[in-house]
Each structure stands twice: as structure tokens, then as C-alpha cells.
């Protein structure tokens, strides 16, 4: 069973790309932790457009997904590995500073 639950807050903007496979969405996440972990979430589809819609540097989300590896070989051709969240399910924890006081907290699932 791969299943992985994190809370955090987004380091960085969220990047979305338009790929064949579909809409992809990335953002790196440091993670509730001591010592601070930081690993990159990837959203797809529907949750991939919501999450770049919604998501902006500084706000706190919890992800659920999986842990995935991927290999790969860098320009400089080394290999390299790379290790990653494929999330299913991102909620919201806070509301954006422009949104209204009575806004609710949003849980944004495929």
C-alpha cells in the first residue's frame, strides 16, 4: 500500500503545463516537519487546474497521494533520481488574503 498524507505550505507559485497526457499541475511543499522536508506534489487533470487556479506561494494546503520515484538522466548525463507526490485529493487549510472573511476552507478531489 502506497498512501501519503502531508500538510505544508506551497514554497513557491504552483506551475501548470498542457502536456498529451493532459493538465499537469507542480508545486513544492515544505513540509510540517522538523527538520523541514520539502518535496514537489503533482496534481493531474481537473485537480491540476484547480489547484493553479486557487494555490499561490505561502498557503497551506494538506495533500493525499502517493510516493512515486522516478529515474531520469540529467543534460549533464548522469542519472539521477527523483522523488515526488502524485496527489489525489489537495485541501485547502487557509484562505487567500483577497478572498471575502466568510469563505469557506476547500477540499479539491478528482
Same mark, same amino acid.
Given at each position: 500500500?502506497? &498512501?501519503?498524507?502531508?500538510? *505544508?505550505? +506551497? #514554497?513557491?507559485?504552483p506551475?501548470?503545463?498542457? @502536456?498529451?497526457?493532459?493538465? $499537469?499541475?507542480?508545486?513544492?511543499?515544505?513540509?510540517?516537519?522538523?527538520?523541514?522536508?520539502?518535496? &514537489?506534489?503533482?496534481t493531474? *487533470?481537473? +485537480? #491540476?487546474?484547480?489547484?493553479?487556479?486557487h494555490? @499561490?506561494?505561502?498557503?497551506? $494546503?494538506?495533500?493525499?497521494?502517493?510516493?512515486?520515484?522516478?529515474?531520469?538522466?540529467?543534460?549533464?548525463?548522469?542519472?539521477?533520481t527523483?522523488?515526488?507526490?502524485?496527489a489525489?485529493a489537495?485541501?485547502?487549510?487557509?484562505?487567500?488574503?483577497?478572498?471575502?472573511?466568510?469563505?469557506?476552507?476547500?477540499e479539491?478531489?478528482?
Amino acid at each position: 500500500m502506497n &498512501v501519503l498524507s502531508l500538510t *505544508g505550505v +506551497l #514554497a513557491a507559485d504552483p506551475v501548470r503545463r498542457d @502536456t498529451n497526457k493532459g493538465v $499537469v499541475c507542480e508545486f513544492r511543499l515544505a513540509v510540517d516537519s522538523r527538520p523541514r522536508l520539502w518535496i &514537489v506534489v503533482q496534481t493531474w *487533470g481537473q +485537480l #491540476a487546474g484547480r489547484c493553479a487556479q486557487h494555490l @499561490t506561494s505561502g498557503r497551506h $494546503v494538506a495533500v493525499s497521494g502517493q510516493l512515486l520515484c522516478e529515474e531520469y538522466v540529467t543534460r549533464a548525463g548522469e542519472r539521477a533520481t527523483r522523488w515526488f507526490s502524485r496527489a489525489t485529493a489537495v485541501t485547502f487549510l487557509d484562505r487567500p488574503t483577497h478572498e471575502t472573511p466568510g469563505a469557506q476552507m476547500d477540499e479539491v478531489a478528482p
